[in-house]
C-alpha cells in the first residue's frame, strides 16, 4: 500500500457530494495537502475548518476555480502556493447534468455549461497537471469520474451521457499515451449517488429529482470517496484503470429495479 502522507492531492467539485466525500476519505488515511477546488469558495473555507479541525497533519488549500472557464486553468495552477504546487493525485470530479431534454428541445445554453464542465474543463485540468507529473519523472495519478451514464444512453440523456462517454474516451487514450510512464490513469464510473445530482439535472425542482429516486436505496459519495482510496493507495505496478460502481438495484443507468 502507497501511503497518502505528504501527498498533494487536487479535487475539482470538492464544496459537496462527491468531491467533499472524496476529501473526508483521504483526509481520513492520510496527512495529505488537499487544494478543494469548486466556485463556492465558502463551503470550501468551511471544509478546511472542519478536516483540518478533526484530521491532524492534513492541510486545505481552498482554490475558488469554476472548471467550464478553461482560460482560468493554466494561470490557477502556475499560481499554486510553492508548498501545494507539486501535484500528485488530480481528481476530476466536477460534473453536472443539466435537463432530461429531448435533443428536439435542447437548451444550447445548458448544453455549452455540461460539455464545458464536464468535457473540456476536464482537458484542460488534465493538461495542465499532468505537465507536472512528467517534471516529476513521469509519476502521478488522475482519476476521472465519468458515469454508467457514458455507458448506457437514456432518452433525455443525449447531453450528459455523451459527455461521460467522452471523458471514457478520453481517459483510455491517455491511460495509453501515458503507458512507458508511471503515471496511472483510473476512470471511476458511478450509478446513482445520493447526492444533489438529480436536483440539479431537475433545475432545482427537488419534488422532481425525488421522484427519480423514489423507493430506491443509491450510493454515497463515500463509497466513491472509498474505491478512489484504494486506488490511489495501491503499489506503483497496480492500475485500478476501470471500475464501475453501482447499488444493487441497478443494472445499467436505465434499467431499475423498484420493488413498489
Ligand atoms: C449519474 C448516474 O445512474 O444517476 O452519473 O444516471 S445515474
Given at each position: 500500500?502507497?501511503?497518502?502522507?505528504?501527498?498533494t492531492?487536487?479535487?475539482?467539485?470538492?464544496?459537496?457530494?462527491?468531491g467533499?466525500?472524496?476529501?473526508?476519505e483521504?483526509a481520513?488515511?492520510g496527512?495529505?495537502?488537499l487544494?478543494?477546488?469548486?466556485r463556492?469558495?465558502a463551503?470550501i473555507?468551511?471544509?478546511?475548518?472542519?478536516?483540518?479541525s478533526?484530521?491532524?497533519g492534513?492541510?486545505v488549500l481552498?482554490?475558488?476555480?469554476?472548471?467550464?472557464?478553461?482560460?482560468?486553468?493554466?494561470?490557477?495552477i502556475?499560481?499554486?502556493?510553492?508548498?501545494?504546487?507539486n501535484?500528485?493525485?488530480?481528481?476530476?470530479?466536477?460534473?453536472?447534468?443539466?435537463?432530461?431534454?429531448?435533443v428536439?428541445n435542447?437548451?444550447?445554453?445548458?448544453?455549452?455549461?455540461v460539455?464545458?464542465?464536464?468535457?473540456?474543463?476536464?482537458?484542460?485540468?488534465?493538461?495542465?497537471?499532468?505537465?507536472?507529473f512528467?517534471?516529476?519523472?513521469g509519476?502521478?495519478?488522475?482519476?476521472?469520474?465519468?458515469?454508467?451514464?457514458?455507458?448506457?444512453?437514456?432518452?433525455?440523456?443525449?447531453?450528459?451521457?455523451?459527455?461521460?462517454?467522452?471523458?471514457?474516451m478520453f481517459t483510455?487514450?491517455?491511460?495509453?499515451?501515458?503507458?512507458?510512464?508511471?503515471?496511472r490513469?483510473?476512470?471511476?464510473?458511478?450509478?446513482?449517488?445520493?447526492?444533489?445530482?438529480l436536483?440539479?439535472?431537475?433545475?432545482?425542482?427537488?419534488?422532481?429529482?425525488?421522484?427519480?429516486?423514489?423507493?430506491?436505496?443509491?450510493?454515497?459519495?463515500q463509497?466513491?470517496?472509498?474505491?478512489?482510496?484504494?486506488?490511489?493507495t495501491r503499489?506503483?505496478?497496480?492500475?485500478?484503470?476501470?471500475?464501475?460502481?453501482?447499488?444493487?438495484?441497478?443494472?445499467?443507468?436505465?434499467?431499475?429495479?423498484?420493488?413498489?
Amino acid at each position: 500500500m502507497t501511503s497518502l502522507d505528504g501527498r498533494t492531492v487536487f479535487i475539482t467539485g470538492a464544496s459537496t457530494g462527491v468531491g467533499k466525500a472524496i476529501a473526508y476519505e483521504i483526509a481520513k488515511v492520510g496527512k495529505a495537502n488537499l487544494i478543494l477546488a469548486a466556485r463556492r469558495i465558502a463551503l470550501i473555507e468551511e471544509l478546511k475548518t472542519e478536516l483540518e479541525s478533526k484530521y491532524e497533519g492534513v492541510k486545505v488549500l481552498p482554490l475558488k476555480l469554476d472548471v467550464s472557464k478553461v482560460e482560468e486553468i493554466e494561470s490557477t495552477i502556475a499560481s499554486l502556493p510553492e508548498e501545494f504546487a507539486n501535484i500528485d493525485v488530480l481528481i476530476n470530479n466536477a460534473g453536472l447534468a443539466l435537463g432530461v431534454d429531448y435533443v428536439r428541445n435542447l437548451d444550447m445554453q445548458d448544453t455549452m455549461k455540461v460539455i464545458n464542465t464536464n468535457v473540456i474543463g476536464l482537458i484542460a485540468m488534465t493538461k495542465a497537471i499532468i505537465r507536472i507529473f512528467y517534471k516529476n519523472d513521469g509519476h502521478g495519478d488522475i482519476v476521472n469520474i465519468s458515469s454508467i451514464a457514458g455507458q448506457d444512453s437514456y432518452p433525455g440523456g443525449s447531453i450528459y451521457c455523451c459527455s461521460k462517454a467522452a471523458v471514457s474516451m478520453f481517459t483510455s487514450t491517455l491511460r495509453q499515451e501515458t503507458i512507458d510512464t508511471r503515471i496511472r490513469v483510473m476512470e471511476i464510473d458511478p450509478g446513482m449517488i445520493d447526492t444533489d445530482f438529480l436536483t440539479v439535472r431537475a433545475h432545482g425542482d427537488k419534488a422532481a429529482a425525488d421522484r427519480v429516486s423514489r423507493g430506491l436505496e443509491p450510493l454515497t459519495g463515500q463509497d466513491i470517496g472509498e474505491l478512489i482510496v484504494f486506488g490511489i493507495t495501491r503499489r506503483e505496478n497496480f492500475v485500478l484503470s476501470q471500475a464501475t460502481a453501482l447499488p444493487s438495484f441497478q443494472a445499467d443507468c436505465t434499467y431499475m429495479y423498484r420493488k413498489e
